[in-house]
């Protein structure tokens, strides 16, 4: 069974930083999408960040520019570097991933994850 295990919330003051990582047990399956999703209660869960088995990246507009996503070379430890943090990016975080045997259609579809963290939460202070 797969476990992931996020580290790295707290609480800043606007425009700090934060980083969080995600630890995941290894997949032999070549194909992925890894993510990081966040919630504020009374939304639904959004996708943040998502990186792909080809390296591709993507990110939701509000946090372009300030965010980056990436994985370490063992392909083990999945990271968010948010910067220029803002009151609006309060919210629990989780890491979300998907392994495929064989290439999908889209690697990160809709609604991809089918293992997910307990979550972390980012408290930004204004």
């Known amino acids: 069974q797969v476990q992931l295990v996020e580290s790295g919330g707290g609480s800043v003051q606007a425009g700090g930083s934060l980083r969080l990582s995600c630890a995941a047990s290894r997949s032999n399956y070549s194909n992925y999408c890894l993510g990081w999703f966040r919630q504020t209660p009374g939304n639904e869960r959004e996708a943040v960040a998502t990186?792909?088995?080809?390296?591709?990246?993507a990110y939701v507009d509000s946090v372009k520019g300030r965010f980056t996503i990436s994985l370490d070379n063992a392909n083990t430890i999945l990271s968010l570097q948010m910067d220029s943090l803002k009151p609006e990016d309060t919210a629990m975080y989780y890491c979300?991933?998907?392994?495929?045997?064989?290439?999908?259609?889209?690697?990160?579809?809709?609604?991809?994850?089918?293992?997910w963290g307990q979550g972390t939460r980012v408290t930004v202070s204004s």
């Open positions: 990186i792909d088995s080809d390296g591709t990246t």
């Open positions: 979300a991933a998907r392994w495929w045997s064989l290439r999908p259609t889209l690697l990160c579809p809709w609604g991809f994850p089918n293992y």
